[in-house]
């Protein structure tokens, strides 16, 4: 396969992993005021979440910690591992912003591991998701996360403008295994 192939499968295939126009996919009603307005806030998560791709259901497991201090700058770091097409990206964050019960994260992509060259492309892209706490115990509905949107040259959204315009644009799924918690202090 050539190398332009290479990368135009890449961008077909991370666009299947997270991205849609239809904000209606998404079962989450809009966000509510701002959870602890000038105070710190974390948002903490790590499972797994199953979405449909080019192969059927495939498995994705996420980690990630974030960080928002009372001055509004974000700390923290990230992991996606995308199993059935062998990548995986992890980096650091860089913006949070946090509404109601509903977490939007964004950062800049630090490390690549594949076999596949056409991943490494990856490197330095902004990147950015939602979450969505949904409570503790059995009788709380299951957590939500999105797949990953990236900033390839030419998408209008930054990591920055995700976590301040909060939008619900990307598929959420439920999280299969794990937990996802967002609270402030």
């Known amino acids: 396969m050539s ?20 904000p209606t996919a998404d079962p989450v009603t809009a966000p509510t005021p701002s959870l ?19 192969e059927g259901e495939e498995l994705t497991t996420f980690a990630f910690s974030a960080v928002r201090g009372p001055d509004g700058g974000a700390t923290g770091q990230w992991e996606y591992r995308f199993r059935v097409a062998g990548f ?19 950062g800049v992509v630090e490390k ?3 076999d596949d060259p056409a991943f490494e492309s990856l490197l330095g892209l902004e990147m950015w998701w939602r979450s969505v706490d949904n409570g503790e115990g059995r009788g709380a509905a299951p957590d939500v996360t999105t797949g990953l949107g990236f900033g390839f040259e030419g998408v209008p959204i930054t990591a920055e403008s995700w976590c301040r315009d909060q939008p619900l644009t ?8 794990g937990n ?4 402030g202090e």
């Open 170 to 177: 990307l598929v959420a799924r439920d999280v299969a295994t």
């Open 112 to 114: 690549v591991v594949t």
């Open 180 to 183: 996802i918690q967002i609270v």
């Open 36 to 54: 602890a307005a000038g105070g710190v806030v974390r948002a903490t998560g790590s499972g797994t979440h199953l979405r449909v791709g080019t």
């Open 88 to 106: 995986r990206v992890h980096g650091r964050v860089t913006c949070l912003s946090v509404a109601g019960n509903q977490a939007w994260i964004g």
């Open 3 to 22: 190398a332009t192939a290479r990368s135009a499968a890449l961008v077909l295939t991370l666009c299947l992993v997270s991205c849609t126009d239809d």
